[in-house]
């Protein structure tokens, strides 16, 4: 992959094995904290690159980016509807500016001091307004752990799974950015030798190891977005961890699926990773069979990222790792969830979240939930030397990384982590 690789390094020093060297530059929302309106930034080491301060001294004079204002904006749907000749545009000026031998900021010490704020000094926020968020259903381990926890006897997977990318319309208004508290929800619950249900905050509080994808351009309604053009939709992906109550989901889900056991919080990591940046870890994907119907056929291509999630007590020392998987698990692409989400002529629009849905490995130590990795209760996992869980606790920190290993540097996605913490004292009931 060597003519992908940028080899010249930056006049910034990047550690070794840092997610965030010159070849990855992915994008987000920040402020000083300090002081200062949030804008558009690009992360590389540990610094941030404002993007609206570079913009407005004429830094990027393309044909796409000369007449905007898309960096000093509190979010980044403006520039993702650009489309990506706009973004290319955009990563090439800067991996230019950015090289070692490149004077402009590097000499220049006021510029320096405008453009690049130590990560310390900032605050993350949401890479866009959000307008609607969809979770699907796409890993095909998953849904077959799930298959045989909630209908034992009958075929793991329902008869549609393997026809279409299954999702529901999820909930935009309570994504959060990774480090926000999750209040562990109360709900409805039916116990198990109950004929009636009963209102508790839940006590099988669980996480979603999740990848999701930010649209760029949208379609008008009424439009579908065809299969080949899917990809030139999509500017880049974050971590997601798509927070479920399994006990309000198992008493809730008939017969329109999931509702209040996934609307409380759904956690992103902060900086978006391009395809670009993604571009040398692209891999075939799994064969499928029965071939999809046209409008969902495509040259069936993933990524190559590799996720951890790791779990922490207030009394454990360091986190533990729970759960080692890939995104390449995915039976159903990105361009696939797309095309499909769109058939209809829905139409989606720029900064629109739409997740992968819990991604499963083969193996019991790559599963994405703890409903699967301790399965449904029945064997509780041991974290850390003393505690063991079969769902999560008050205090427990979920901490979801990612990154793709490339030869001799690395491309990632930092983290997205979540504290949970107690439920509201009560409900009036
Ligand atoms: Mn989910």
Known sequence: MGEQVH???????VDAGSHFPLQNLPWGVFNRKAGGRRRVGVRIGEWVV?????????????PCLQDT????????????????????EARAALQALLA??????????????????PLSEVTMHLPTVIGDYTDFYSSEYHAANVGQMF????????????????????????VVISGTQVVRPWGQVLDADESQPCLLPSAELDFELEVGFFVGPGNVLGQPIPIGQAEDHIFGL????????????????????????????????????????LAPFRI?????????LPYLQTANITYDIQLEVALQSPTMAAPHVICYTNYRHLYWNAAQQLAHHTLTGC????????????????????????????WRGTKPISVGQHETRTFLKDGDTVTISGWCQGAGYCVGFGQVEGKIVPAQAAIKE
């Open 7 to 13: 080899t010249q390094p930056s006049f910034i020093a």
């Open 238 to 277: 974050v971590l997601v961890n798509d927070w479920s109550a399994r006990d309000i989901q198992r008493w809730e889900y008939r017969p329109l699926g999931p509702f209040l056991a996934k609307n409380f919080a759904t956690s992103i990591s902060p900086w978006v990773v391009t395809l670009e940046a």
């Open 69 to 88: 204002a898309v960096f000093d904006k509190p979010a980044l749907n403006d520039f993702m509807a650009l489309g990506r000749p706009a973004w290319q």
């Open 284 to 292: 075939p994907g799994p064969a499928q069979n029965p071939a999809p």
């Open 347 to 374: 139409n989606v629009r720029p900064g629109d979240l739409l997740a992968s849905g819990t991604i499963s490995g083969p193996a019991p130590g790559m599963f994405g939930s703890l409903l699967e990795l301790a």
């Open 100 to 117: 070692a031998d490149t004077p402009t900021l590097r000499d220049d010490a006021e510029l320096r001091t405008r453009v690049l704020h």
């Open 151 to 174: 209908r034992p006897g009958d075929d793991p997977l329902p008869a549609n799974w393997k026809h279409l990318p299954v999702g529901y319309h999820g909930r935009a208004s309570s």
């Open 50 to 62: 404002d993007m609206a301060v570079l913009q407005a001294r004429g830094f990027f004079n393309g």
